[in-house]
């Protein structure tokens, strides 16, 4: 069974495609289930010998879910912060030289323009 195996580097580079299109799709619970398998599959590959092209190519697909990583982790973290600030009691204004203003209390009163 053990010629069946399929070779590190080509598990690797399945997987990172998969987080790949977990990131553009932002499936975040794929995400969290392929972190061990990815995990395992990296330190399978440090065991092995890859061919140098290989090697680069995983390089070049890390990186790129490196940076769609993070960008989705910023998204994440302002989302957390808009909803935050939606949710505090505060009411900000802005006075007439455009400077925000802080502090006062929302009322729950709701002013329209007609």
């Known amino acids: 069974m053990m010629g069946l195996r399929k070779p590190a580097s080509k598990y690797v580079t399945e997987l990172l495609e998969a987080q790949h299109n977990a ?3 932002g499936d975040l619970d794929v995400l969290g289930r392929m972190a061990p398998e990815l995990e395992r599959a990296f330190t399978r590959l440090g065991q092995e010998r890859g061919a140098r ?5 995983i390089k070049r697909a890390a ?7 993070k960008a989705a982790q910023a998204g994440v973290s302002s989302a957390r912060a808009r909803l935050t600030a939606s949710r505090s009691p505060e009411l900000t204004t802005y006075g007439a030289d455009g400077q925000s203003k802080t502090g006062a209390p929302a009322t729950g009163r709701t002013f329209a323009r007609r």
């Not at 092209?53 to 190519?57: G, L, S, V, W």
């Not at 990186?63 to 990583?69: E, F, P, S």
């Open 53 to 57: 092209d290989t090697m680069e190519q």
């Open 63 to 69: 990186a790129r879910n490196a940076r769609l990583l």
């Open 23 to 25: 990131l553009l799709r």
